[in-house]
């Protein structure tokens, strides 16, 4: 993706002391260093080998000369386009952008309506992302109806916008690294989205307005477009983070119980119905319902196919690969190995399983095992075997982090 940025801060308007100049050149200063940063990869609206410098309180001819004069546009080329400052309304569904001021101390405007023609007149930019931190802009949404796409976050709809909050809450989305369990990042997209972007900006707007009427609002649909890859970073260890009753945490346990000495049937079926991470429920008396039989020799299926499990004279011990496998620091690693190259044959690999299950949810399909396989026969004609092991297998992937945990459980429920 070529992506261009256009940064304007204006604070010239007569009788408006706020936003000061210093704070629109603090904010506009801030999105410098971002660039600079590199790890968004935004260049300047003329070369996009340059850092993009910003503009304050520019004349509407120096806008329309910066894109006349943008090289190397295509229908891949995506333009931010950043301002902050203030606005008027203007008619029922536009503002007048106030760039400065006239020799005269008037206001030096121009319609935000005419910004978006300027773009389609003489850009030619593929796709538009418009962040916009003034008063009333939110009316103006009709005005880009004319782009095919585009996504635009307004600091607020027809209310007031104070004193930069919205360019506070965009700017610290955009510089904060990433983190653990990162609420920008989409699960689905394995991203930064602009949308992500925009709802971590509106969520400080709304715990820092003190009190004051500003609601930043969104439209357009390129929102879901990644500004920046995160893609899921899957940690060889077991994932401490699950509950120990999910179908991952169960499948280690029984691994545990089965070395431990519970090498009949019924012994590991009484280890079960005494340890609590099996419990399904307790009534008003205090009756206990415990993992049912017929579930655990599921688990036991799996363990068996991954090469985990063998059962000489009826027996039950662990492979040598099946007690590698118990060391927490690798159990993350080696169940996803399994799953892969054991229970799924190598019919399908992690990658096409991904790819399957998000055009499941994109078309509104639930991805139970049924439709995966369905779904995968015929997208990418390959056949997932669907005996008890591979359903198990399905349930062990959300904990692996392998689908990215967050989005992954409403994939595939864990076993409460």
Known sequence: MDRRALIIGAWQ????????????????SRWKRVFEAGRFE?????????VPEPLHNPEYSTIVSEVENASGVSADTELLFFFVGHSVSYGADDVKLILGTTKDGEDRTVRLGTIVDTFLEHGHFGSYVFILDSCHVGRAKPAFQKLEKWYSMFGAGDEYAFDTAFSEGVLKAFERDIQKNDHRIDRRSEGITYQKLFQEARAHVLKTNNGRNQEPIDAGGYGNAVVLEVPPRVSDAFNTFTSPRTVYGRVHRLMEMIHEGASSLSALKQAVHSDADFLLKKDKKGVATYVSSKRIKSYLAFLRKSGWLVQPKGTMVLTKEGIDALDRSVFNRDVLEVIEKKIFEGRVTFSVLDIVIKDLLDNMIPPTPANIRARAIRTKSVVLPLDAASRIALQILPSTGRFGKGAADAIFPPER
């Open 13 to 28: 308007a007569p009788n408006r002391p706020e936003p000061s100049p210093q704070k629109i050149i603090s904010i506009t």
């Open 42 to 50: 935004f260049g300047s609206l003329s070369n996009k080998e340059i």
